[in-house]
C-alpha cells in the first residue's frame, strides 16, 4: 500500500508541470489531466491512511486496488515522461546538406507521431485512473471501519514474550543487566541523588525490553514503589498513566482502568502519589518525542533515589528522555558476542551452551554469523531447527543458512520475528518506506554508500522538492539519517562529525524488506537461486542482478521484457546475463559499478546509451571502459554520472549539453570539455584537472555545494593561483573543497585573496601551504568542522587560531620536514582553556604537540589524538607525557622522529653506539607513554608508530 503512495508522489509532481503552457497540450486532454490529477490527490490521501497498516490486517480487496493504482501510477509516469522527452529532444547539429534536411524532415515526423502516441497513452491512463476512483468511492467504507476494527484485535503483542521471559533461560544479559544497575545505584550515596534516568536505545529484536525487565527485577525491591508499563505506538497517555498508576498500587487504584478521567486529572493523581517517595519506573518502547514530553511531566528532579528506565528505537527520543539531567545516560544496546551468540543458540537447540555435535559445528557458526548477535534472531531460527522437539538434518540446516538474507520460508516464529521489527517499518513516513525498501536492491552484507544510495533515490523520484527549496541532495541525506535513528540501518564509517558515509542492513530487516518489496512487486532480484526467477505474470520495474548469478537464470531473463524496466543495479559477477541496452525504454537507473566493461561490450554495448532518453543515474565506476560515446549528450535528464575507476582520458564535448546534471565525479587525469561553465546545475564535481581555461569556466558553476580540484601549477608567476582564487571567489554555496597535489607533494600553494563562503565545512589540501591563510580564522570559516592542512613554517600562535574555530571537529594539522615548530621545555606552550572546545579526531604530524600541552578544560571531547615526540629533545630534557586533561581520550598515536640523529659520514663504532642510544631512548620514551595511558582514566590505546 505505501508502495502505491511513494509511486503517486513523483506522478503527480509531473501531472503539474504538463499543465504548463509551454507543453502546449489539447483543451480536452488539459481537462483531463486536470480531473486526474484531482482524482489521483483523493486517492493518494487514501493510500497514505491506510498504508499504517500491517499487509495481514489488510482486506484484500483494498490491496488488488492499490496493486492497480500503483501499476497505473508507472504507465502514467512513464507515459508523461515520453511526451516530455520529445518535445525537448534537441537537434543533432548535423551540417545542412539536403540530405540532412530531408533526415530531420523525417526525424520532425517520427517525433510528432510519437508525440501523438505518448498523448494517446496519457488519455488512456486518464480513464482508467477515473474507473479506479470510482472504485475509491467504493471502498471508503472499509477505509473507515472495517479494516482498522478487524486490526485492532486481530494481533498479539509479541513483546509480552520477551517481558515475562525467565532471566535464567538468557545468556549474555547478566554482564550487561548488571553494567545498567552500576549505572543506575552504583554510587554508594546513590539513595540521596536526583533523579536519573537511563535510555535503553537499539533496534527491533536486540532485547532492549528483556534488558530492562531484568534490571527492574533485580533492583525494584530496594524502592518505595515500582511500576513496567509498555507504551508502544499508540499515543494513549491516559491509558498509559493509569497503567503506571495500578502497577504502582495495585490496592489503591483496581479499578482505574474502568474510570473516565482525562489526562490532567491522571497526572496529577500520578504526581501526587509519587511526591516523597522513592520509586523506579520503566517505560518501555517509547516512539514519539512528544509522548515522552508529557510522560515526563509526571517526574520531578526533586524525586531523591529514583530512578526511570526507558526503551526505545529512535536515537532522538532517547536523547529527549535523557536531557533532563546532566547525569542522565543512554545507554547503546549492542549485539551479543560470538561466544555469547553461541551458548544462546547452543541452548536453545540441544539443552546445552556446549553440547553440539561435531558435524553441525561448520553450519551453526555461518548461520551465527547471518544473525548478528541479536537475540530475537538467534532464537527464531533456532526455533525453526528444533521444533516439534525434533532436531533438523544438516541438509535442512544448510538450506535455512542460505535462505537467511534472501527472504525467509514462513512459519510461525519467522511471522512473529518480522511482525516485531514490522513495528519499526510502519512507523516509517510514506516516503521513507520507499526508500528503505528500495535497500532490497543491495545484496546481502552489501556496504551500502551513503552518497550513492541518496542520488540514486533522487534519481527514481522518492525526493521530492520541499516548500523551503532545500536541495533535493541535503533532502535525501535527511532520509538517510533519519533511518539511521529510527534504527532501521546500521551506521558505517562514522566520520568525526557523527555522519555515517555507508549503512548496512541487518540479515533479518533484509529478510522483511524481501518479502515486502516481492509481495508489492517492487523489485525482482535475480542470483542465481531456484526461488529467484522471472515472474512473466508481472512486469519487472526494477531488476537487481546480484552476485552468485547462475546461467540458469540467463534464459528466462533473455525472454523477459525489459520495455517498463526503470532501474538495474548489476553485480559484478551477474554480469554475463545482463540484457543489451536497446531492450530498455523507460531506464531511470543504470548502475553499473565494478563490472568489467571490456570483457563485456558485446552484451553492454554503450553506443545504445543516446536511446535511453529518461536516465537519470549512469555509474560505471571501476567499470574500466575507455570510451564514452558521445550519445552521452542526449540524456537531457541526466542527474548523476560517475566515471570514477573507469579508464576514460577524455570526455566528448557532448557532455556540456548535460545541463540538469547534478553530480559528475571523473578521474584526476580525466579531460573536460573546455565549455565546462554551461553545466550551470552542477553541486556535485570531482575530480576536475586545473588550467587556465577550466579555472575561468569554474567561476560560473556557482552552485556547487563540493569541489575537488587537481593542483598542478606549472607557471612561475601565479597566474593560475590567481584566476583559481578570482573563480573560488564565486561558489558561495560551497561546502567542501578538496585540493589534490599532481606533484606528489612538491606544490606549493597560498590562495590569498580567497574569501571562503560562509557556509564551508570542510576544507583538505594535500599541496603544501608555505604559512597558515589568513582566511583560516573564526570570522571567515564559523561553520569549519573539518580541517585537513599541510604549513610549510609554522607559528604557535597558529595553534590558538585554529584552537578558537568555534565547531571544528577533526583537524590534521602537517608541518613539513624541519620546518615544522619544536616547543622547548624552557618555552611554555600557551594555549587557552577554552581551545578545541568540540574537536574528535586531532592528529599533529611533524609536531611535538604532548598532551600535557593543553591546560584543562581545552579539548575536552577528543578521543583520537596522535602527535610527533623527537626523540633527539629527550635526551637533556625531562618531557611530561600525562594525558589526564583530556578527559575523552580513547586513542593515541605516536610518531618517533629521529631527525638530528647520528650522521652519515659516522664511523662505525660511533655509528653502532648512537644507535644504541636511539633505541634506548625510544624503549623509555615509549615507556613513559605507555604509563601516561595506563594512568588516564579511561586506558586509551596506544599505538606508536
Not at 256 to 277: C, D, M, P, S
Request: charged share 25%; glycine share 6%; hydrophobic share 40%.
Amino acid at each position: 500500500m505505501q508502495l502505491a503512495a511513494g509511486a503517486m508522489r513523483p506522478l503527480l509532481s509531473k501531472l503539474g508541470k504538463l499543465l504548463l503552457d509551454e507543453y502546449n497540450l489539447d483543451t480536452k486532454v488539459k481537462k483531463g489531466v486536470r480531473s486526474v490529477t484531482t482524482e489521483l490527490t483523493m486517492m493518494e490521501a487514501a493510500l497514505l491512511k491506510v498504508a499504517e497498516v500491517p499487509r495481514d490486517q489488510l482486506d484484500n480487496q483494498v490491496w488488488i486496488w492499490a496493486g492497480k493504482v500503483r501499476e497505473l501510477s508507472y504507465e502514467m509516469e512513464d507515459a508523461v515522461d515520453a511526451f516530455m522527452v520529445r518535445l525537448e529532444e534537441s537537434a543533432d547539429g548535423e551540417a545542412p546538406t539536403m540530405k540532412n534536411r530531408v533526415k530531420k524532415i523525417l526525424k520532425k515526423a517520427t517525433r510528432l507521431f510519437k508525440k501523438g502516441k505518448d498523448l494517446h497513452q496519457i488519455s488512456d491512463a486518464i480513464e482508467e485512473a477515473q474507473e479506479l476512483a470510482k472504485q475509491l468511492g467504493e471502498l471508503r467504507l472499509r477505509y473507515g471501519h472495517e479494516m482498522h476494527d478487524a486490526g485492532a484485535a486481530a494481533v498479539i503483542d509479541t513483546r509480552l514474550i520477551a517481558m515475562y521471559k525467565d532471566v535464567t533461560e538468557l545468556v549474555g544479559i547478566e554482564d550487561t543487566r548488571d553494567k545498567v544497575i552500576r549505572i543506575l545505584i552504583g554510587d554508594k550515596e546513590w539513595k540521596k541523588q536526583q533523579l536519573k534516568a537511563v535510555s535503553i536505545v537499539g533496534f527491533g529484536g536486540l532485547g532492549k525490553t528483556t534488558l530492562a525487565r531484568a534490571v527492574y527485577e533485580k533492583i525494584k525491591i530496594q524502592f518505595d514503589c515500582w511500576a513496567f508499563v509498555t507504551v508502544s505506538q499508540s499515543r494513549d497517555i491516559k491509558r498509559v498513566f493509569k497503567d503506571m498508576l495500578y502497577e504502582l498500587d495495585m490496592n489503591k487504584y483496581e479499578g482505574i482502568h474502568q474510570t473516565a478521567r482525562g489526562e490532567k486529572q491522571l497526572l496529577n493523581l500520578l504526581v501526587e502519589f509519587l511526591k516523597n517517595k522513592r520509586y523506579v519506573i520503566v517505560i518501555d518502547d517509547i516512539w514519539d518525542e512528544q509522548v515522552w514530553r508529557f510522560l515526563k511531566c509526571a517526574f520531578s528532579q526533586n524525586s531523591i533515589g529514583s530512578r526511570l528506565i526507558t526503551t526505545t528505537r529512535k536515537v532522538n527520543v532517547s536523547e529527549a528522555c535523557s536531557s533532563s539531567s546532566t547525569e542522565d545516560i543512554i545507554y547503546r544496546l549492542k549485539p551479543l558476542s560470538d561466544d555469547d551468540s553461541q551458548r544462546l543458540f547452543y541452548r536453545r537447540i540441544f539443552k546445552s551452551e556446549t553440547g553440539c555435535p561435531d558435524e553441525f559445528e561448520q553450519v551453526s557458526r555461518g548461520i551465527l554469523k547471518k544473525c548478528g548477535g541479536v537475540p530475537l534472531a538467534i532464537i527464531t531460527i533456532a526455533s525453526l531447527l528444533a521444533s516439534n522437539q525434533k532436531i533438523k538434518t544438516k541438509d535442512q540446516w544448510y538450506v535455512l543458512l542460505n535462505s537467511i538474507g534472501r527472504g525467509l520460508a514462513e512459519g510461525d516464529s519467522i511471522d512473529d520475528m518480522q511482525r516485531i521489527l514490522s513495528f519499526s517499518y510502519y512507523d516509517l513516513p510514506s516516503h521513507l518506506k520507499t526508500c528503505f525498501l528500495y535497500l532490497s536492491i543491495f545484496p546481502e552484507d552489501y556496504q551500502i554508500s551513503r552518497n550513492r544510495v541518496i542520488w540514486r533515490w533522487i534519481a527514481e523520484g522518492f525526493v521530492q522538492p520541499d516548500k523551503y527549496g532545500t536541495r533535493m541532495f541535503e533532502l535525501g541525506e535527511g532520509y538517510f539519517n533519519e533511518l539511521i535513528n529510527r534504527s532501521m540501518i546500521q551506521p558505517v564509517n562514522i566520520d568525526s562529525e557523527g555522519r555515517a558515509k555507508a549503512c548496512h542492513v541487518h540479515d533479518m530487516m533484509l529478510d522483511l524488506i524481501l518479502s515486502l518489496s516481492d509481495e508489492a512487486n517492487f523489485v525482482t532480484i535475480l542470483d542465481g537461486t531456484q526461488r529467484s526467477t522471472p515472474n512473466p505474470q508481472r512486469k519487472m520495474r526494477r531488476l537487481s542482478l546480484q552476485n552468485g548469478m547462475e546461467d540458469t537464470s540467463a534464459p528466462q531473463l533473455a525472454t523477459a521484457s525489459m520495455s517498463r524496466v526503470r532501474s538495474v543495479a548489476l553485480f559484478q559477477h551477474a554480469i554475463c546475463v545482463m540484457p543489451p541496452l536497446w531492450k530498455f525504454e523507460v531506464l531511470r537507473v543504470l548502475d553499473l559499478e565494478g563490472c568489467d566493461m571490456p570483457e563485456s561490450w558485446y552484451k553492454i554495448n554503450l553506443k545504445y546509451i543516446g536511446n535511453l532518453l529518461h536516465l537519470r543515474y549512469l555509474r560505471l565506476n571501476d567499470s574500466y571502459i575507455r570510451e564514452l560515446p558521445v550519445e552521452i549528450g542526449k540524456l537531457q535528464y541526466l542527474l548523476v554520472l560517475d566515471l570514477l575507476g573507469s579508464g576514460i582520458v577524455q570526455l566528448p564535448s557532448s557532455v556540456i549539453l548535460l545541463t540538469y546534471l547534478l553530480s559528475l565525479r571523473i578521474n584526476f587525469y580525466t579531460k573536460m570539455p573546455f565549455e565546462i561553465g554551461k553545466l550551470l546545475s552542477l553541486e556535485e564535481l570531482s575530480t576536475l584537472r586545473m588550467d587556465s581555461n577550466i579555472a575561468k569556466e569554474l567561476g560560473h558553476l556557482t552552485e556547487l555545494r563540493m569541489l575537488q580540484i587537481v593542483w598542478e601549477e606549472r607557471e612561475t608567476d601565479g597566474s593560475l593561483e590567481k584566476v583559481i582564487v578570482e573563480s573560488l571567489g564565486h561558489l558561495r554555496k560551497l561546502q567542501t573543497l578538496l585540493i589534490v597535489d599532481a606533484y606528489s607533494g612538491e606544490g606549493v600553494i597560498m590562495l590569498d585573496g580567497w574569501v571562503p563562503a560562509p557556509q564551508l565545512r570542510s576544507f583538505s589540501s594535500g599541496v603544501m601551504f608555505s604559512r597558515l591563510p589568513t582566511w583560516v580564522n573564526s570570522s571567515s570559516v564559523p561553520l569549519l568542522s573539518s580541517l585537513h592542512i599541510d604549513v610549510g613554517e609554522l607559528k604557535q600562535r597558529d595553534i590558538q587560531v585554529i584552537g578558537r574555530l568555534p565547531v571544528l571537529l577533526d583537524l590534521w594539522l602537517t608541518a613539513k620536514g624541519d620546518a615544522g615548530i619544536e616547543f622547548l621545555p624552557e618555552e611554555p606552550f600557551v594555549v587557552s582553556a577554552d581551545s578545541f572546545p568540540y574537536i574528535k579526531e586531532c592528529r599533529f604530524y611533524g609536531l611535538q604537540i604532548l598532551p600535557s600541552m593543553f591546560p584543562r578544560g581545552a579539548m575536552p571531547m577528543v578521543q583520537s589524538l596522535r602527535f610527533t615526540v623527537r626523540l633527539s629533545s629527550m635526551v637533556d630534557a625531562e618531557w611530561d607525557f600525562d594525558m589526564k586533561n583530556l578527559p575523552s581520550l580513547e586513542q593515541v598515536d605516536v610518531d618517533f622522529s629521529c631527525n638530528g640523529g647520528c650522521p652519515e659520514a659516522a664511523k662505525e663504532p660511533e655509528a653502532a653506539l648512537w644507535q644504541f642510544a636511539a633505541d634506548t631512548m625510544r624503549r623509555l620514551t615509549a615507556d613513559a607513554l605507555r604509563f601516561a595511558a595506563d594512568e588516564h582514566p579511561n586506558r586509551p590505546y596506544l599505538l606508536i608508530h
